[in-house]
């Protein structure tokens, strides 16, 4: 008897269960639909028909990487600010480069940066091969005084010159700044980092739980998913920053750091000199946007909370509720992915030889 | 007819190649036994009853040593100056730490480092748990303020204070400044990198070509292996520094850096300030030697054939015939080993918090 009336309890809400569920699955079956043509699916590698995503590149691509030989210090490799540890970012404002100088901008992740449309906060890079020429020779990054300087110590170390071979097998002279550049971009288009947001894409409804789906939700209603759409959520546009009035005044108030506030940034602008590039920067992907703080092309602003109202407030016009707010970071969230097996595995790097130009610091 | 002949033939030629197989097997026995007196077996852990290694204390350990926020500016981690990808060290004269203070000694590897007697060149620590807390609150290194700072920043991040608690179970506020060089202690730890010579010495004496074994039993004959003996080749005891005559006359002409060279170092007098101490270093370990140029604790010499020149003449009083120095570095070659895997596989580390102190540069 017991046993029957807890039987029938257990089918009642198992019928009911059942009913909420069918309402929820139509619910999300649309939010799913409405995500999947905003965001498509997340590939494992980007690849550039110029550039051919190959093993071999890959490999020596990581070691280029992490090879503090390509600065004029000795001390100083990609990885010292796009660290792979910690998401692909130095978690600085703005970056530290040779001789300790502070860079201007805050360094964007490598990880599904092959999703931008073009690198760089203001673009002026129209590619990931294109960007890795810039911060070798940037005189407040790592600083070499030429791209023959950087060819020159790689030339200098036999295991190199092999690994170029192999890497550009059709080419005569591969050790070139060009061919540095391609294998370090090679290497970047592996850096995909799937999350719980790609389950849910792939149509399990279930790896969000009700507040990521409110979250997400309310993150496209708004209307954040303008801008930040395509797989790397961000990275296809370049938009001005501070749309309903100066970016520097809405995110003044939630500067912390005891440094000095960088300038006031032209963005694009700087590049083409145009009026409309005023204050125009490149809409970084979301992906992992919990471990990229601090936020903004200028690291103004550490918490993503108050990251997401300034956004929504000056590119919008917008005054999110806390709910809101705690709803779209608990979307948010769900970015953070893992990253591939191989860009954990640390390289082990050849010797230099006596040809190897000597650190200059 | 002519198959007897070349039969015959064979059968002299597999004589005389036994014969002197023999022969050359017993001359690798006596330099085998007498090399693993002088060198034992290189274990995978060293183990420190204070402060045993396991698992949990291993795995935090390497996420505190790759962590920027051990410092100031959350730029510089233990790994900035013994890189794990380049063989446990920065291949710089001396190092470069926080604001770009260039440090005053050559930043010796990490790889096999617990095998060290006393740590530091000076010998100023006595282990790695005592090594540890040193660079962190170094002014010119990691430049935090205070050991409080360090917890404080580890307290702020609850996953880190998660991992505290299962790598140190029995501790009721297990995150102090003291589990934070134990943890990255423990790691260290387990840094051996085993080689071609540990083949050989556990018994294939095919393992060394016949110029490495030659170069081997130069090492031992000529004195080397006075003082670099042990697991380590090296890293058991202090010595003086210029035995023969001031080390800075032997190595000024190999100095090709284009930077002021060191002022004269007076070794481990600056700890004791005892006469017997002036000049007297660590004697540093051999293994992968051939990677961790340049040379000495000033890092003054770059090349290996060079340091071995100037460590005979200093040391021993000996010149050294071209021959014995080529065949000493095609020993040392064979030191050249292999981190082991989880070595090379980077942590991902957790999020900072709103509490987390914000780097200061």
Known sequence: MKKKVVGGLLVGLMLGGAVYAQKSA????ELLATARQLFGTLPEVVDNPQNPVTKEKVQLGKMLYHDPRLSKSGLISCNTCHNLASYGVDNLPTSIGHRWSIGPRNAPTVYNSAFNVVQFWDGRAKDLEEQAKGPILNPIEMALDSPEEAVKRIKSIPEYVELFKKAFPNEKDPVTYDNIAKAIAAFERTLQTPSRFDEFLKG???ALNEQEKRGLKTFIEVGCAGCHNGPAVGGRMMVKFGVTGPYWEATRKFVTLDKPTQPVDVGRY???HKEEDLYVFKVPTLRNVEKTYPYFHDG?????EDAV????????GKDLTDQQVKDIVAFLKTLTGTPPKHALELPVLPS?????PKPQF
Chains 1, 2 share one sequence.
């Open 26 to 29: 139509g619910k999300d079956d």
């Open 204 to 206: 399990n409804t279930n």
């Open 270 to 272: 700087a590049v083409t």
């Open 300 to 304: 103004s602003v550490w918490s993503l």
């Open 309 to 316: 109202r300034v956004m929504a407030k000056t590119q919008l």
């Open 352 to 356: 230099s030889t006596a040809k190897t």
